[in-house]
């Protein structure tokens, strides 16, 4: 009985097996989910004279007003937007928020607000945690202009969030 030499040594075999775990390891690095844990809310405020201005919640959750805004601390509570991300450990993320974006808020009287998206408290690109699990918080500026543009009532609308992963 003649005997052929197998095509693959021991050696050999073993290097076969380490590029393709090195390959699948790769192409599993990904983010697995995003998710928003707390909505953003500007809170309750007033206006006084002839009602212009703003306020602004800033990524770490602190508020102020500009102009004619009075901030009424009582009545409702205000926050930044938080997120949630899902990822292979050690995945390098970017992510596309897009600063200054401007988003047009409809409020349940009528009217409509201005909001312009903020930064966020994260430094984009990031590698994430060994645990895979990150957060970060985005704030924003909502502009106020006149009362028969802006009447007092509840202002909603959404804005988008990106995340890009390598």
Do not use: H
Not at 31 to 58: D, K, W, Y
Not at 108 to 121: D, E, K, P, R, V
């Amino acid at each position: 009985m003649e005997t052929y030499p197998l095509p693959f040594t021991k050696r050999k075999f073993f290097i076969a097996c380490v590029i393709l775990i090195t390959t699948f390891l790769q192409a599993t690095s990904q983010v697995t989910s995003i998710s928003s844990i707390e909505n953003l809310s500007f809170g309750a405020f007033t206006r006084t004279g002839g009602g212009r201005g703003s306020v602004l919640v800033s990524n770490t959750g602190l508020r102020t007003a500009t102009g004619d805004i009075v901030l009424l601390n009582a009545l409702g509570n205000w926050q930044c937007a938080g997120f949630k991300i899902v990822s292979t450990p050690n995945t390098s993320i970017s992510g596309i928020l897009g600063p200054g974006t401007t988003v047009v808020l409809n409020g349940s009287n009528g009217g409509s607000m201005l909001f312009t998206l903020g930064g966020t408290n994260k430094t984009f690109p990031f590698t994430s945690s060994a645990s895979g699990i990150d957060y970060f918080q985005i704030g924003g500026t909502l502009t106020i202009e006149n009362s028969s543009s802006s009447p007092p009532g509840n202002y909603t609308g959404n804005f988008m969030v990106t995340i890009n992963y390598q």
